[in-house]
């Protein structure tokens, strides 16, 4: 899945407001921000491939970021991470939210996702049919989106760069220096996944500075 993910993050927002957007951002998209860093480096591999369907266009070897094994073990490591610098429940929702996306990408991903390392390729494969997929993702980017309890210029930013980026990349042709070069398709959306998370981080500060000011007015009022 794809935007779909930070959909959920909405969802969850609404449910644990102590914990920022941007984090829930971070920690349900943190398998494939690596995914993306270890196809740069050609660890992975999601070259482009000719297809009619605009979901299976990608050739997925996600032997490490991907796999159920290797997401178990990421989830530990944010769970200890969390668990030291913060507390029990930002850890268990912190290393929840990095298991749902295994989760979610098993529902979506065709027989591409592993098991253990490599062995076991699993995947329910909902992308064969694109019309549902990409109707999905949308429903749960604007329902989520719409949970939320506060509306400012960066969060109808944000929704509308999701929205956008998504429809292009999924309708739109991609230029042939971009599809022959997966190093560089996997910087370009390592770099527009950190762009979302920026947008979530300003969308929330402003709310929170716009609370602020409000409050103050509120207390000058009294006096």
């Not at 369907?53 to 159920?68: A, D, G, Q």
């Amino acid at each position: 899945m794809f935007i779909g993910h930070y959909g959920i993050g909405f969802m969850l927002k609404r449910k644990f407001r102590d914990f920022p957007l941007w984090l829930f951002f971070l920690m349900l998209q943190l398998p494939d921000l690596i995914a993306f860093i270890l196809v740069f480096f050609g660890v992975e591999r999601a070259a482009y491939r000719d297809n009619i369907n605009p979901f299976l266009r990608n050739e997925f070897v996600l032997t490490y970021s991907h796999s159920l094994a290797g997401t178990i073990i990421l989830c530990i490591l944010v769970y200890a991470l969390f668990i030291n610098i913060k507390d029990r429940t930002w850890a268990s929702i912190a290393a929840l939210s990095v298991f749902s996306h295994w989760v979610i990408d098993f529902i979506v991903h065709t027989s591409d996702m592993s098991v253990f390392f490599g062995s076991v390729k699993v995947g329910l494969g909902l992308w064969e049919y694109p019309w549902i997929s990409y109707g999905l993702e949308i429903l749960l980017v604007a329902g989520g989106w719409l949970a939320l309890k506060y509306r400012n210029i960066f969060s109808y930013l944000l929704l509308i760069v999701l929205a956008g980026s998504f429809t292009g990349m999924i309708f739109g042709s991609e230029p042939e220096l971009i599809r022959e070069e997966q190093s560089l398709r996997s910087l370009i959306l390592l770099v527009s996944n950190i762009l979302f998370i920026v947008l979530a981080y300003d969308s929330e500060r402003k709310q929170a500075v716009s609370l602020s000011s409000v409050t103050d007015g509120m207390l000058r009022g009294r006096e």
